[in-house]
């Protein structure tokens, strides 16, 4: 798991830990040491801590005119012992809806597992972001049928021509405007 980075081809474009709105503002992440770890094996170094054992992430763009932003995520994603969700929501995207942000790309290739709970809080972030979504792309397929069981499928847009964005290859704006369509398309 050491070797799994964070997408690093938009850092010229932003960096949210020298974005002053941004909640990992001023955040350091130390290139020589690997301190943090997800069930005793290390992570590289670039993933940010949101105080979960077991979930890290990446605020990889928001862009504060469009409303939007790109979060890819690492670890296994647990709300049953660890209630993930809140801590991604108390720490993370309660601050980011409170700047405005109401369009959530979250890429989740690296989410391994998911143990689920009550849905709560994606209930309550859905509501925060209430003429904005959320989409879910690159979720590996069992994890989204695991996050199905739990409903979480009201909340989060997943599948369909989403899994088949090539994100990688766009820029933010561009991907931003591929996601909007498609969910669109799925709201006429």
Not at 39 to 61: A, C, M, R
Not at 94 to 109: C, Q, R
Not at 143 to 168: A, C, S, T
């Amino acid at each position: 798991m050491h070797t799994i980075e964070p997408f690093y081809n938009w850092i010229e474009a932003y960096s949210a830990s020298e974005d002053e709105r941004s909640p990992l503002y001023g955040a350091e992440n130390n290139e020589l040491e690997y301190i943090n770890t997800i069930y005793g094996y290390y992570i590289h170094p670039q993933w940010d801590d949101i105080d979960s054992e077991t979930l890290f992430i990446k605020i990889l763009y928001v862009d504060y005119h469009d409303n939007y932003a790109i979060i890819e995520f690492i670890g296994e994603w647990n709300d049953t012992l660890n209630n993930d969700i809140m801590s991604l929501k108390r720490n993370i995207l309660d601050l980011m809806v409170g700047e405005g942000i109401k369009h959530y790309i979250l890429i989740g290739e690296n989410v391994f597992n998911f143990h689920g709970s009550d849905d709560a809080y994606y209930e309550e972030w859905f509501d925060d972001v209430e003429e904005g979504w959320i989409a879910g792309i690159g979720f590996q397929d069992f994890v989204v049928q695991e996050m199905q069981q739990y409903h979480l499928d009201y909340y989060i847009n997943f599948g369909g021509g989403l899994d088949k964005i090539p994100w990688r290859t766009l820029s933010p704006p561009q991907l931003f405007m591929v996601v909007n369509s498609l969910i669109q398309k799925r709201l006429a």
